[in-house]
């Protein structure tokens, strides 16, 4: 098995790979959650190369302190930039919450998060103002979507609208899913009870806070009966990765076929059966990557020592 090493320090100011538009997009997540934004970019940017890096080692991102979800962010982009990336999107929810607003400006490759994306979209699509968030513990504690809804509220409602705001963590999802139970009984209870207080406040618009939430639209749907609107922020965040590509003269033709990479820190096995289940394209080639000096604690889930 081929095996990426991951070092164990890249300075921000590491020399920068000229950008051109052949180079690739980057994106990572703990997991297969981000495979919801990459597959928005094979629908909106069907001809971009992809680096994908599936953390799935230290998944789940959620339940970690902030200070080691930001410490992970800064192993992950450095890297990612040292790949010659044009551009980065956070696709999860847990980083864009925790680590985007501390490092969006750190480095020259653009940052995309996915929260103003999401409220961006929950803001268009409501009705009545009434908006539920669901995510992971770090998100919802973070008050990422509460604070930008209300931030964001004047220019995306009429004037005189209030919203009304219910906010769920749901940190079972996540591990579910991971596990490939995506329509089972088991995980229909669990979904049915993160929902009930959500649906208790009449939310007529939901948004899915962390990238692995929409692999659960069918369960979801069928909870809510259809009434209320999922927003997948991965939609808007590709929007606007185009936009800027496009802005820069960086996008990349149809000159050859396009191209993705995936480095997993975890099983490379089961991200590979479980991604192309969720994908709906065969994962065949994905490489092992190995996480720099790790420490095992926690049930044997891989831990960087914090400095």
């Known amino acids: 098995m081929v095996t990426e090493r991951l070092p164990a320090?890249?300075?921000?100011?590491?020399?920068?790979?000229?950008?051109?538009?052949?180079?690739?997009i980057g994106i990572f997540d703990s997991g297969v959650g981000g495979l919801t934004v990459l597959a928005e970019i094979m629908r909106q940017l069907p001809n971009e190369d992809v680096i994908y890096i599936a953390d799935s080692a230290r998944v789940p991102y959620g339940g970690r302190p902030p200070e080691e979800i930001?410490?992970?962010?800064?192993?992950?982009?450095?890297?990612?930039?040292d790949q010659g990336v044009k551009l980065i999107i956070m696709a999860c929810g847990t980083s864009s919450s925790i680590a985007y607003p501390v490092l969006k400006d750190k480095y020259k490759v653009h940052i995309i998060g996915l929260i103003e994306p999401g409220v961006r979209a929950a803001l268009s699509a409501t009705r009545s103002g009434t908006i539920g968030v669901i995510a992971t513990a770090g998100t919802i504690h973070s008050q990422a979507y509460q604070k930008t809804l209300q931030s964001m509220k004047k220019t995306g409602l009429p004037a005189g609208r209030e919203i009304k705001i219910a906010a769920e963590a749901c940190p079972l999802f996540v591990p579910l899913i991971e596990g490939g139970f995506i329509?089972?009984?088991?995980?229909?209870?669990?979904?049915?009870?993160?929902?009930?207080?959500?649906?208790?406040e009449e939310i007529d618009t939901l948004i899915?806070?962390?990238?692995h939430y929409p692999h659960l639209v069918k369960v979801l749907n069928a909870l809510?009966?259809?009434?209320?609107v999922l927003?997948?922020?991965?939609?808007?965040?590709?929007?606007?990765?185009?936009?800027?590509?496009?802005?820069?003269?960086?996008?990349?033709?149809?000159?050859?076929?396009p191209r993705y990479e995936y480095l997993v820190?975890?099983?490379?096995?089961?991200f590979q059966d479980v991604g192309s289940r969720l994908l709906g394209k065969l994962i065949t080639h994905a490489r092992q990557a190995r996480l720099p000096t790790p420490e095992r604690s926690d049930g044997g889930q891989v831990h960087l020592p914090l400095k």
Not at 208 to 211: A, F, K, R, V
């Open 9 to 24: 320090k890249i300075s921000e100011k590491s020399e920068e790979k000229k950008i051109a538009p052949a180079s690739p």
């Open 70 to 81: 930001i410490k992970i962010n800064q192993e992950l982009i450095p890297y990612l930039i």
């Open 183 to 200: 329509e089972t009984e088991e995980t229909r209870k669990v979904a049915k009870e993160y929902l009930k207080p959500l649906l208790k």
């Open 208 to 211: 899915l806070g962390c990238t």
């Open 224 to 228: 809510t009966g259809g009434k209320v």
């Open 231 to 257: 927003v997948d922020p991965a939609e808007e965040a590709v929007a606007e990765a185009k936009g800027l590509l496009q802005k820069a003269g960086t996008m990349k033709g149809k000159t050859f076929p």
């Open 265 to 270: 820190t975890g099983s490379v096995a089961q």
